[in-house]
């Protein structure tokens, strides 16, 4: 049984090891490989697109999406093949400040209706730019108090009519570090070898939120729910 450290808190003083400047570039490369592995079963997108993205989809025009953080750039690559699926058009305009994350999916095939951009949402607002939606993944529990409330800024205000923000994390839990912690360890040695999934995501969890705790925290017009496995989603819909 893995040991479970003390979880009544974030541990906002603990630090992922890929977000370090100077962490090994293969073991970096590695977790963003991997990442659609993980997403896959922990982090509900495919729920996420049935009840919330693809409600706002059409046949006839082009939904457009902005993904903030995106990391190895598989959540938008999966909503692209769910829409193209579907028959729906939808484009997605995927960012991230980190250098290294944006030239890493850059190098992988071309998926059409992906753009990959490197740029913090308020470079986005700066310019005036719009979308109907706008999400993030595994992106709030990296955020201060004061980073989240300028991210939920710039999501209303890069937000058009009709449009709804998305923001899906990890729920901080006794039950999820242990899920996760034991569901990992088998892969360690294979699948997940050389790569910080393990290790950062552990971290994660427990630098993440509660439910109550987002609630809490949430601006006005801001909504929360628990979701499984262990997750919390944040929303908020612009009239």
């Not at 090994?24 to 977790?31: F, G, I, N």
């Not at 980073?147 to 939920?152: I, S």
């Not at 569901?183 to 552990?202: H, K, V, W």
């Amino acid at each position: 049984m893995i040991g479970l450290p003390d979880l009544r808190s974030r541990a906002t003083d603990a630090s992922e090891r890929m977000d370090a400047p100077d962490c090994d570039p293969v073991a970096l490369e590695r977790t963003y490989g991997r990442f659609h592995l993980v997403n896959a079963v922990v982090s509900g997108w495919r729920w996420i697109y049935r009840a919330r993205v693809r409600p706002q989809l059409r046949a006839d025009r082009v939904t457009t999406l902005l993904d903030i953080g995106t990391g190895g750039g598989d959540v938008p690559r999966a909503l692209l093949r769910w829409a193209r699926r579907d028959g729906l058009a939808l484009a997605v305009t995927a960012i991230d400040p980190d250098v290294r994350a944006i030239r890493w999916g850059l190098r992988q095939p071309a998926v059409p209706g992906l753009a990959l951009r490197r740029a913090h949402s308020s470079d986005l607002v700066r310019v005036g730019e719009r979308y109907d939606l706008v999400v993030s993944n595994h992106v709030l529990h990296h955020l201060s108090g004061a980073e989240l409330g300028a991210l939920l800024a710039d999501s209303e205000r890069l937000l058009r009519p009709g449009g709804l923000a998305l923001h899906a994390d990890i729920a901080r839990s006794r039950w999820g570090y242990a899920g996760f912690g034991i569901g990992t360890a088998p892969f360690q040695p294979n699948l997940l070898a050389g790569s910080y999934i393990r290790e950062d995501g552990l971290t994660s969890i427990r630098r993440s939120h509660t439910v109550a705790e987002l609630a809490a925290a949430l601006p006005d017009g801001w909504r929360v729910r628990a979701a499984v496995p262990s997750r919390l989603e944040v929303w908020w819909e612009r009239d």
